[in-house]
């Protein structure tokens, strides 16, 4: 599976030249893969998009209408696709010196494969 690492750039803008921001965001969305965006006007949309392991839509009315998206486990924010069990979180928020920098509800960003690991049971096999 090619996956690119998240770029924090395509979803938000600091607008000013902060070290320790662009440190705290790089380390953040670090363990992410990045999420296909389309540009209409020089506005970021964020689309029903594919799970980065099985293809199946995760957000949207598709997603809604298959039965098939992102579920959401126990952790707050955290879950995985319907389909295939790939893990995302959609729930965001990021507190810097104990000042919240941002907090973002409902967008699936999924783990980059380098960030994931496979357990294997007796009755399941790993594609």
């Not at 599976?1 to 998240?6: I, L, P």
């Not at 924090?8 to 030249?17: A, F, K, Q, V």
């Not at 921001?21 to 670090?30: G, Q």
């Given at each position: 599976?090619?996956?690119?690492?998240?770029d924090?750039?395509?979803?938000?803008?600091?607008?000013?030249?902060r070290?320790?921001?662009?440190?705290?965001?790089?380390?953040?969305?670090?363990?992410?893969?990045?999420?296909?965006?389309?540009?209409?006007?020089?506005?970021?949309?964020?689309?029903?998009?594919?799970?980065?392991?099985?293809?199946?839509?995760?957000?949207?009315?598709?997603?809604?209408?298959?039965?098939?998206?992102?579920?959401?486990?126990?952790?707050?924010?955290?879950?995985?696709?319907?389909?295939?069990?790939?893990?995302?979180?959609?729930?965001?928020?990021?507190?810097?010196?104990?000042?919240?920098?941002?907090?973002?509800?409902?967008?699936?960003?999924?783990?980059?494969?380098?960030?994931?690991?496979?357990?294997?049971?007796?009755?399941?096999?790993?594609?």
């Open positions: 599976m090619k996956a690119e690492h998240m924090w750039r395509t979803l938000i803008s600091i607008g000013e030249d070290p320790e921001l662009v440190a705290a965001l790089d380390e953040y969305f670090r363990p992410f893969a990045q999420r296909p965006f389309r540009l209409v006007d020089g506005k970021t949309l964020m689309d029903d998009f594919p799970c980065l392991h099985c293809g199946k839509p995760l957000t949207g009315t598709v997603a809604a209408l298959m039965g098939s998206g992102f579920v959401f486990g126990i952790m707050h924010g955290e879950g995985h696709c319907a389909e295939c069990k790939w893990p995302g979180r959609a729930h965001h928020s990021l507190k810097i010196e104990g000042v919240e920098f941002f907090n973002i509800q409902n967008v699936v960003l999924q783990y980059h494969p380098d960030f994931v690991r496979l357990r294997r049971t007796i009755n399941q096999r790993v594609q």
